[in-house]
T-cell receptor, first 113, second 116 residues
Framework: DAGVIQSPRHEVTEMGQEVTLRCKPI?????LFWYRQTMMRGLELLIY????????DSGMPEDRFSAKMPNASFSTLKIQPSEPRDSAVYFC???????????FGEGSRLTVL | AQSVAQPEDQVNVAEGNPLTVKCTYS??????LFWYVQYPNRGLQFLLK??????LVKGSYGFEAEFNKSQTSFHLKKPSALVSDSALYFC??????????????FGTGTQLKVEL
């Protein structure tokens, strides 16, 4: 299995631009998580999907952030408009339900200038 | 809400010596606890978990963790550290969500540095 696949690995953009991060979970996993990691705030859960349905989006910072999971093999996290404080590493992870064993992608490092 | 605390930002140990990375938890009900490791520029990797049963849990790469209910702790241990163990270690606790599924709440992480 290829594991959780995220793209792009690195993104540098200017303030105000739209950013779209992509994730392909492990086949057969029906739970998907988006996390954000920064030095200041550590690892934060942004949103969680179960069977393609958003279950908990309480961690999404504000309306500029949105996430979708149109099918079991693809999810996106969009930031529009982006701001310098959004600079972070964004991780996607997937798991079997109630497993607790999350499989993380390699992350997308976002820099907003 | 469930939470975990990692009191040490960094732990330094000499190669060959035993290592301990500390974690304490605060949960309602039975705790479901996890350890993950993150190498530089990589995603987190699962090491081990405690659900129920033996208080000493064995995991990947020779790591083990000791669950202590009276002290509400779940410390990560290894009898003999390797330089290659140097990484960022996260303790986590599982929350069961209404609506299905679960989520993990992670601690702040402890940087382990193993020196020759």
């Amino acid at each position: 299995d290829a594991g959780v696949i995220q793209s792009p690995r690195h993104e540098v953009t200017e303030m105000g631009q739209e950013v779209t991060l992509r994730c392909k979970p492990i086949s057969g996993h029906n739970s998907l998580f988006w996390y954000r990691q920064t030095m200041m705030r550590g690892l934060e859960l942004l949103i969680y999907f179960n069977n393609n349905v958003p279950i908990d989006d309480s961690g999404m910072p504000e309306d500029r952030f949105s996430a979708k999971m149109p099918n079991a093999s693809f999810s996106t996290l969009k930031i529009q408009p982006s701001e310098p404080r959004d600079s972070a590493v964004y991780f996607c992870a997937s798991s079997l339900p109630l497993s607790g064993e999350l499989f993380f992608g390699e992350g997308s490092r976002l820099t907003v200038l | 809400a469930q939470s975990v605390a990692q009191p040490e930002d960094q732990v330094n140990v000499a190669e060959g010596n035993p290592l301990t990375v500390k974690c304490t938890y605060s949960v309602s009900g039975n705790p479901y606890l996890f350890w993950y490791v993150q190498y530089p520029n990589r995603g987190l990797q699962f090491l081990l978990k405690y659900i129920t049963g033996d208080n000493l849990v064995k995991g990947s790469y020779g790591f083990e963790a000791e669950f202590n209910k009276s002290q509400t702790s779940f410390h990560l241990k290894k009898p003999s550290a390797l330089v290659s163990d140097s990484a960022l270690y996260f303790c986590a606790v599982r929350d069961i969500l209404t609506g299905g599924g679960n989520k993990l709440t992670f601690g702040t992480g402890t940087q382990l540095k193993v020196e020759l």
